[in-house]
């Protein structure tokens, strides 16, 4: 099985700051990477897939990067409505494995 | 109205069986591959089972090989996990999960709210 590695696991942002999350896989995966934001008590919500392509009507302050075995997900500025849990997924192949996730709090 | 809603999540004593249903509408259901995924209280995401859209290809996660089964009817816009031999472990709450391709091999762009499964004795 592929495995993905987020980093780091928590954060602490205020509204308006950069941030980065990284994702790594255990093997290449090309670009076949995908980042999930859940917002508490929520099902999840697909931001970006294939590494850099980003999901019809979601914000342009999300961003992607990455190919091969290291992965990006940045956040331009955060919004309020951003303090969330992210993680990121491989579609390579089966199992479709994710991340443990990284939980963006406010500072 | 576009969702996925589950059904079908309760309280059982592990060993036994249940059986989830997930209700599509407002898109072309049989266009698309189809899985379940589950999250345990406070845990992360697992991806469980999943099939391509003619039920063609069919996979499971090794924590539920031999135990679940997948199905779907494309007449009836529904997807459906029959789960036997529960454990402890596989209390977690279940979603109903849209491929973005057929053939099952793209992100997952629809969720359903959820549908909790409950093992305890």
């Known amino acids: 099985d592929i495995q993905m590695t987020q980093t780091p696991s928590s954060l602490s942002a205020s509204v308006g700051d950069r941030v980065t999350i990284t994702c790594r896989a255990s093997?290449?995966?090309?670009?076949?990477l995908n980042w999930y934001q859940q917002q508490p008590g929520k099902a999840p919500n697909l931001l970006i897939h294939?590494?850099?392509t980003l999901q019809s009507g979601v914000p342009s302050r999300f961003s992607g990067s990455g190919s091969g075995t290291d992965f990006t997900l940045t956040i331009s500025s955060l919004q309020p409505e951003d303090f969330a849990t992210y993680y990121c997924?491989?579609?390579?192949?089966?199992?479709?494995?994710f991340g443990q996730g990284t939980k963006v709090e406010i500072k | 109205e576009v969702q996925l809603v589950e059904s079908g999540g309760d309280l059982v004593q592990p060993g036994r069986s249940l059986a989830l249903s997930c209700a599509a509408s407002?898109?072309?259901?049989?266009?698309?591959?189809m899985h379940w995924v589950r999250q345990a209280p406070g845990k992360g995401l697992e991806w469980v089972s999943g099939?391509?859209?003619?039920?063609?290809?069919?996979d499971y996660a090794d924590s539920v090989q031999g135990r679940f089964t997948i199905s779907r009817d494309n007449a009836k816009n529904s997807l459906y996990l029959q789960m036997n031999s529960l454990r402890t472990e596989d209390t977690a709450l279940y979603y109903c999960?849209?491929?973005?391709?057929?053939?099952?091999?793209?992100?997952?762009?629809?969720w359903g709210r959820g549908t909790m499964v409950t093992v305890s004795s």
């Open positions: 999960v849209r491929d973005r391709a057929a053939a099952g091999h793209d992100s997952f762009d629809m």
């Open positions: 407002g898109f072309n259901f049989q266009d698309y591959a």
């Open positions: 099939l391509t859209w003619n039920s063609g290809r069919v």
């Open positions: 093997q290449n995966i090309d670009n076949d």
């Open positions: 294939a590494a850099a």
């Open positions: 997924q491989q579609s390579y192949n089966t199992p479709r494995t």
